[in-house]
């Protein structure tokens, strides 16, 4: 029965403590009961960006994998290499961010941006690789 799985969150409850955090960049990191992620290996987190709202740009030895939930904008990312590009996004779009690239979200609509992600922090925090 998909009510008692430990990995369902659903929607409606995630965006709720993402726009009750009253910010205009709010987190939400998915756990399973007991544990610091969603898996072993696998890390999932929702974000919510407010309307014309930039992030702060970060770079980490992760690598993300992005869905966009709704809203529309784009992200600009600078390889380790130093080469620059920006992705832009709108709702169902997906989109990767490779490790160590720096990375930074902007939301053009006039209503908040919704980002889903995984990335590979349990595996690599497990291994001693992680970096930011």
């Known amino acids: 029965d998909t009510q008692d799985s430990p990995i369902r969150f659903p ?26 992620y969603l898996s072993d290996t696998i890390s999932a987190q929702a974000e919510r960006l407010g309307p014309g709202y930039t992030t702060v740009p970060r770079r980490e ?14 992200s600009k990312l600078v390889t380790a290499e130093g080469a620059a590009l920006e992705i832009e996004w709108k709702e169902k779009d997906t989109f ?5 690239c720096r990375v930074q979200h902007v939301c053009l609509s006039g209503e908040p941006a919704y980002l889903f992600a995984i990335n590979d922090r349990p595996m690599l925090e497990s291994l001693g690789f992680i970096r930011q």
Do not use: E, I, M
Request: net charge positive.
């Open 96 to 100: 990767a961010v490779p490790a160590w």
């Open 61 to 74: 030895t992760c690598s993300f994998l992005y869905h966009v939930k709704c809203g529309k904008g784009y």
């Open 11 to 36: 929607w409606r409850d995630v965006q709720a403590k993402l726009d009750g955090a009253n910010l205009p960049y709010a987190v939400y990191h998915y756990k399973s009961k007991g544990k610091s």
